[in-house]
């Protein structure tokens, strides 16, 4: 979910970066337009991956592979 989140971070980024830069909502161009019921969904999918990415900022930065089971005698 995590990966998911964040593709889904910086597809909104890009988007807003274009928007931003050149005037061109690319969301919207590819669904029909920005109103458009298919492109508020992905909208909405996006605002969503984003509030599950506000998470990430919150966790401990151990990396998933290190093993905290294992004690050395």
């Known amino acids: 979910m995590d990966t998911l989140s964040l593709v889904l971070v910086v ?3 890009i988007n807003w970066g274009s ?3 050149f005037g061109v909502d690319i969301v919207g161009a590819i669904f029909g337009g920005t109103h458009m019921l298919m492109s508020r969904i992905i909208f909405t999918i996006i605002g969503l991956g984003g509030l599950w ?3 990430l900022l919150f966790r401990d ?3 998933s592979h290190v093993n905290h089971n294992h004690h050395r005698d």
Do not use: D, N
Request: charged share 10%.
């Open 61 to 63: 930065r151990v990396p």
């Open 11 to 13: 597809i909104g980024a």
């Open 19 to 21: 928007v931003g830069l």
């Open 53 to 55: 990415a506000i998470s």
